[in-house]
């Protein structure tokens, strides 16, 4: 037998080796995960470049139309700049983007096998400014005999990815004076020293949208503009603003909020090569290692909006039906990701620093039953839903911060009908810049603008009791190394220093237990914060500003808080700050045949150490009396220590005037049933002015000694 047969024969057994038939069972994904590039067509031989015939078994450079395995042990670096189109890529060994070069992979498929690993730039080597590598998901019909459920078409992985582009010191930055119509200039807060002549970068609409420009009508101003120069501070653009991105003023209109400007552009980019045809996605499973820093996902994602159809498999994995709108294939998706048994050395199960990802046709960043990770710094546009989402409650311990989520349409108060979660519209749809499933993750600094609904989404209804890991890396599949937790009981871990603004309609929704710190909200065209918490809500040090011009309609009646499950057990607004809304804090009308959870009610809602520069203060339509157990309310309602001042500039109703502290305000009509009193306490801060506030329909021998008369209070006022 010759040497050259022999050899032959060899790389015929190393192909057919790899030639399998079968999925493999992967926890999560039904019907398993795919030999996407079985029966390879060039298998490297040894470690070398990718350019170098000598690397791989044909002898000749991978082109069009192969199937290329990069082989278990060997380590290849990809040194071309190519448009040919590689069928797919199979990493068993480690393929290595050179660094002192530009670079570009077109292909229809990358998997990253359990021992494989994929490198375009490392923490210690990073793809530097001035090189670019590119990998580009082709545009080629999914083989659904090979891939039933459509999992392919992007980057998979089990194992090892870092994508390292250079470091940009700051994704967004506020903006040091309002942008305004037909100017070519901005002017940051603070320079952005690696920002550079044809970046990318999107500034949100900025408006208190009227209910006539919402829904249906809403007419999107936010900007995608590109940098011609810049010089420290200072962006001249290529093209002038087309539309005013006014502020957040205060009561009296002093300028006090500015939007911010957030870069897209990245040296390290992962793209769809057709966004209109068969558009690529990164899905990272099981153990995989994902550490990806500046990096730029551009019109990504599979998964759309709306019904899905998902492909169905039996038990055995048999498939049963082809579906074409399939769950999970969204632009960054860490799915059923329990991360490396050994943590990385930066404490995190994965990462995901400094990426921008802009467009996509659902969610942008996902995590799904994966925990211990962290997402900062992250730059997220134009996405659908949501943009940054933990989707079932499992989702443990992972840090979101610093992260900037902007322009998330979608399609009203929920998705419509897609297939799972139950029986109940989906959540996740409504359009929201970050939406949390559950409450077990620390939630930081993070901006949200312009999405449809909320700003941040925590509302998702009762979960009850969730699974979540014992400890980084636990195997989720494993009882064993999971716990139950009921996320009834269990508070938001944290939610500190964020902020939201501009053609939203809720800064926060909430409906977890939480303690809101430091929460800033500006032109929000109906509620800061929305809160029906299972037990326990503290809102503490929060500032919401809107714009007085949208209330010259009094149909028009957002509110700094609205708190809708009256009969939580303790709610504290503390240190408020609320001013230009209809209302400070508004409480809607309890009804009698509501009663409280066993265990709940018996509890207080006390504003405190407020601030309101509002149409009306406080707005809370208390229990009714009948409800009282032993004289004392089923629910108090105390004011204290809190300021009111008049909001000038806004025309007064004829029915509803305004007022400091209103027990009148939108209630059941007719209904003159008595009802628990507000308490006051140090009213305006002036000690010891303190009395309580009926409800204005009582008859004043209910209530006697009372004075009616008493400034900006709406309804009878008893020492």
């Given amino acids: ?17 790899q030639d399998h038939s079968h999925s493999r069972n992967v926890h999560g994904v039904p019907g398993g995960v795919p030999e996407f590039c079985a029966g390879p067509t060039v298998t490297s031989t040894a470690s070398g470049n990718w350019s170098s015939a000598a690397t791989w078994s044909t002898k000749k450079v991978p082109g069009a139309g192969d199937r290329v395995l990069v082989a278990a042990g060997h380590n290849v670096l990809y040194d071309a700049l190519s448009d040919a189109k590689i069928t797919c890529v199979d990493l068993r060994g480690h393929l290595r983007f050179a660094a002192d070069k530009n670079t570009r992979l077109k292909t229809n498929n990358v998997m990253v096998q359990d021992e494989g690993y994929l490198e375009i730039g490392s923490a210690t080597n990073p793809i530097p400014a001035g090189v670019t590598a590119e990998v580009i998901i082709a545009d080629q019909k999914i083989d659904r005999k090979v891939d039933p459920a459509e999992l392919g078409a992007g980057i998979e992985s089990l194992g090892k990815i870092t994508m390292h582009g250079a470091v940009k010191t700051l994704t967004f930055v506020r903006l040091a004076a309002e942008p305004m ?72 209109g002093k300028l006090e909020f500015l939007p911010h400007a957030g870069n897209l552009s990245r040296n390290v980019l992962v793209r769809s090569e057709n966004p209109a045809g068969t558009r690529g996605h990164m899905l990272f499973m099981s153990r995989s290692d994902i550490d990806l820093r500046y990096v730029e996902i551009r019109e990504m994602g599979r998964t759309k909006m709306g019904v899905l159809d998902n492909t169905e498999f039996d038990n055995a994995g048999k498939l049963q039906k082809l579906g074409a709108n399939q769950i999970g294939r969204y632009a960054i998706h860490f799915h059923h990701n329990f991360g490396p048994k050994q943590t990385p050395a930066n404490g995190y199960q994965f990462t995901l620093v400094g990426n921008s990802v802009d467009s996509a046709p659902k969610w942008g ?91 941040f989404g925590l509302a998702a209804g009762t979960l009850g009791e969730v699974q979540i890991p014992a400890f980084k890396g636990a195997d989720m599949s494993l009882a064993k190394e999971t716990k139950k937790v009921d996320t009834t009981e269990t508070p938001v871990l944290e939610f500190a220093n964020n902020e939201a603004y501009g053609a939203i309609q809720t ?32 809102v503490d040090n929060l ?84 409800l009282s157990r032993n004289d004392k309310p089923l629910k108090a309602a105390v004011v204290r220590s809190s300021v009111f001042e008049p909001l000038n500039g806004v025309a007064a109703s004829q029915t509803s005037p305004p007022a400091a502290i209103s027990m009148n305000y939108r209630m059941a009509g007719g209904d003159t049933s008595p009802r628990d009193p507000i308490a006051v306490y140090d009213f305006n801060r002036k000690a010891g002015d303190n009395f309580k506030v009926y409800y204005s329909l009582e008859a004043p021998a209910n209530v006697a000694p009372c004075n009616d008369k008493r400034a900006g209070v709406d309804g009878w006022v008893c020492k």
């Avoid at 249906?216 to 501070?233: S, V």
Wanted: cysteine-free; overall charge neutral.
């Fill in 181 to 252: 119509a037909g100017q070519r200039t901005l002017t940051l807060e603070q320079p952005a020293a690696s920002w550079k002549a044809g970046d990318g970068i999107v500034i949100p609409d900025t408006r208190q949208l009227r209910e006539s420009e919402r829904g249906e009508n809403y007419q999107p101003r936010d900007e995608k503009l590109t940098i011609a120069a810049i010089d420290g501070a200072k962006i001249t653009l290529t093209t002038p603003l087309k539309f005013d991105h006014k502020g957040g003023h205060d009561g009296a």
């Fill in 365 to 455: 960043v996902t995590v799904h039953n994966s925990h211990y990770g962290l997402v900062q710094d992250n730059v997220v546009y134009n996405t659908h839903g949501a943009g940054m989402v933990t989707e079932d409650g499992t989702e443990s311990f992972n840090v979101f911060d610093h992260n900037f989520a902007m322009r998330s349409g979608g399609s009203g108060d929920f998705a419509p009908r897609s297939g799972y979660a139950g029986a109940a519209p989906d959540p996740g749809g409504e359009g929201a810049g970050f939406w949390f499933r559950g409450p077990n993750n620390y939630i930081r600094n993070n901006v949200a603008a312009n999405a449809d609904v909320f700003g």
């Fill in 507 to 538: 800064g926060v929704a909430l409906g977890w237990n939480a303690t809101v710190n430091n929460f800033r909200v500006w032109n929000s065209a109906r509620h800061g914060v929305t809160a029906t918490p299972t037990d326990k809500l503290v």
């Fill in 1 to 17: 037998m010759s040497k050259k047969f022999a050899l032959a024969l060899i790389f015929a057994g190393m192909a057919a080796a």
């Fill in 543 to 626: 500032t919401v500003r809107g714009d007085k011009a949208v209330l010259t309609n009094e149909f028009e009646s957002p509110a700094g808080v609205w708190v809708g499950d009256y009969l939580a057990k303790s709610i504290v607004i503390r240190n408020a700050n609320v001013q230009g809304m209809r209302t400070g804090v508004t409480s809607p009308f309890v009804r009698m045949s509501e009663k409280p959870e066993p265990g709940r009610g018996d509890g207080t809602m006390t504003v405190e150490n407020g601030y309101f520069r509002d149409y009306f203060g406080i707005v809370v339509a208390t229990s009714y009396r009948a």
